[in-house]
């Protein structure tokens, strides 16, 4: 079972690659839309899930309960998001972006609105750790995919809602996992140097 330094290493390296897939998605959106977008989105939902992980491990202001049930059904949330959007982009399903989200399209939006919740909850709950810019920063990224999981599922890629909540999930969510990797690293090194002068006391 990994332990602490290591379950934060990887929310670190999760936080990145969100900022990595999310560039290659904005990229891709632009240069070749179609299947390298849509498998940059699986892989920027994907790699939340050990940010999600990071979350839980330093803790908040949720009840223990409360934050496994969150973590649980986030964490599923990513994994059936990952799913859809790979079979999309292989061909195993289709999405009519053109009118309110049906089928495969919407549990994509369904899940979106789910990490949107976790997400907003998660940096709102979260305790002293998360410096104030950095957990309104998730807030707002977290109502981005709130909303364009709601506008999905009332009028597909068309209704307003999809519109505003792409500027939270696809424009600034990129931008939080820098800034989150960065708080995770930081976390690490300061638990790494506070066991090196633990032990050169003992």
Do not use: H, N
């Not at 950095?134 to 999981?149: D, I, K, Q, S």
């Not at 424009?171 to 939080?176: A, K, Q, R, V």
């Amino acid at each position: 079972m990994p332990g602490r330094m290591e379950r934060i290493g990887w929310a670190e390296l999760g936080g990145y690659a969100i900022a990595l897939a999310g560039l290659m998605a904005i990229v891709s959106i632009v240069a070749a839309p179609g299947a390298p977008y849509v498998l940059s989105m699986a892989v920027m939902g994907l790699v939340l899930a050990p940010v999600m992980l990071g979350f839980y491990e330093l803790g908040g202001r949720a009840p223990l309960g409360l934050a496994r049930l969150a973590l649980t059904i986030g964490v599923g949330a990513v994994l059936l998001f990952a799913a859809t959007m790979i079979a999309l982009a292989v061909g195993l399903v289709t999405f009519d972006e053109t009118r309110a989200a049906e089928g495969a399209f919407a549990i994509t939006a369904i899940c979106m609105l789910t990490i949107g919740l976790w997400l907003a909850a998660a940096t709102a709950l979260a305790g002293k750790w998360l410096t104030p810019g950095r957990r309104w920063f998730g807030f707002v990224c977290g109502l981005g995919f709130g909303l364009a999981g709601i506008g999905l599922l009332l009028g597909g890629s068309q209704s307003s809602l999809t519109t505003v909540g792409g500027i939270g999930y696809q424009l600034l969510f990129p931008i939080w996992g820098v800034l989150i990797g960065r708080r995770f690293g930081a976390i690490r090194s300061e638990d790494t140097a506070s066991s090196v002068a633990a032990s050169a006391a003992a």
